[in-house]
């Protein structure tokens, strides 16, 4: 498929048009646009709904899994289970230095530390860009959803990220009641104790999406 240009212009036609599509003829959208796309995922709560739609449609799309290395044990057997379950074609991205190490050097730096950035730089951000340059994606699957952030809530089902890419959301418009209903009609599990060490408050924007 030839090159894309994603425009503003697009953004808001798409997000009119498929204000109340389901989420599979989102992701059936998108996916017609361009062929390169990736979904990420970190296997919090409710991810399996987003790594499900695409991957019924998909079932080969590359799933970026960036691991910080700080999971609990429930998300690594929540991830073990979904991935097998959906056998889902996954791409592991780990940060270049063990959580063991940097325990040592640096801990888990507060909010307030000036090397909270660093840690956030090191266990999330470079591990992402790094997938990101490898995978060279033109369409983006991601789970955010409105009411999460008050980043997230200033965009919607399709966005642009900071370098062009169509950044594609199909239960943006979902309550955590309705994906609860989605993942007991498609079987699929769920887990809630996850552990994300670069955010203080669930509210708060994780880096990868601002």
Not at 42 to 55: C, D, G, M, T
Not at 63 to 80: F, I, K, L, S
């Amino acid at each position: 498929m030839g090159k894309i240009m994603f425009t503003e212009g697009h953004i808001e036609e798409w997000n009119l048009a498929y204000k109340n599509a389901t989420p599979e003829v989102i992701v059936r959208k998108a996916l017609e646009l361009n062929e390169s796309a990736v979904v990420t995922t970190n296997f919090r709560p409710y991810e399996a709904a987003i790594l499900h739609a695409v991957s019924r449609e998909e079932s080969q799309i590359p799933v970026v899994w960036c691991d910080t290395g700080y999971n609990t044990p429930q998300t690594y057997r929540h991830a073990e289970k979904v991935i097998n379950d959906l056998k889902l074609n996954v791409f592991l991205y780990v940060p270049k230095q063990t959580a063991a190490h940097r325990d040592v050097v640096m801990g888990i730096p507060s909010i307030d530390d000036p090397q909270h950035a660093l840690f956030t730089e090191q266990v999330k951000l470079e591990p992402f860009r790094r997938a990101m340059e490898e995978h060279q994606p033109k369409i983006w699957f991601t789970n955010l959803r409105k009411g999460q952030t008050a980043f997230r809530d200033s965009i919607d089902i399709f966005s642009l990220s900071k370098d062009g890419v169509l950044k594609v959301s199909p239960f943006y418009h979902w309550s955590d009641e309705k994906l609860d209903l989605y993942l007991e009609e498609n079987n699929l599990p769920n887990e809630f104790k996850y552990f994300d060490p670069t955010k203080a408050l669930e509210n708060r924007e994780c880096g990868l999406h601002a």
